[in-house]
């Protein structure tokens, strides 16, 4: 408690930043107040991971920090219901020059702030210390929390997620591996 020589919050606001996927922990103002003060986005995700990979290590603009608030509370639902497994972010925010480089879709999430992808070797680290069995699983997971948003299934083994608002679903998975 206190690690940080900072103030320690209330015991309410402790508890509920340990129970980041409930409502009410998304809903607390006291809770989004405590996580500015740590540069962090929700308990389990900083700012600083979300940041685009430029030189620059642009940080995501403040008229999209709305949009990527939204994205980890779904992410910390997501993270819980694979068993509290370790995540973070392999490619998060990107500038529009950034996305043409990277080869980006046009106008891809990533260029508002409300996407993350996550490679293959992180999701199959999920896989062999979470609960879902298999990738499959994962990706149903996934479906259901951003049922209103985007999963992108990639060939690359990579699992893309958004929340964009309206559904959309890109499955492009080769199961013959
Ligand atoms: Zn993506």
């Given at each position: 408690m206190g690690r940080h020589g900072g103030p320690q919050p209330p015991k309410r606001v402790q508890k509920l930043h340990g129970k980041p996927w409930t409502m009410q922990a998304r809903a607390s103002r006291k809770v989004r107040k405590h996580l500015d003060t740590q540069d962090h986005?929700?308990?389990?995700?900083?700012w600083a991971e979300f940041a685009c990979q430029d030189a620059q290590k642009t940080a995501v603009p403040p008229d999209l920090r709305a949009n990527t608030i939204r994205l980890c509370w779904l992410l910390e639902k997501m993270r819980h219901q694979l068993g509290d497994v370790p995540m973070s972010i392999d490619s998060g925010y990107r500038t529009p020059e950034r996305n043409r480089e990277v080869g980006g879709?046009?106008?891809?999430?990533h260029t508002h702030g409300d996407a993350a992808d996550f490679f293959a070797a992180q999701v199959d680290g999920w896989i062999t210390q979470g609960t879902a069995p298999s990738r499959a699983a994962v990706v149903a997971i996934a479906s259901r929390i951003f049922a209103s948003g985007g999963v992108g299934n990639e060939t690359s083994g990579t699992l893309h997620v958004d929340a964009r608002g309206w559904k959309a679903r890109f499955v492009t998975w080769v199961a013959a591996r």
């Open positions: 986005v929700t308990p389990h995700f900083t879709a046009a106008d891809s999430r």
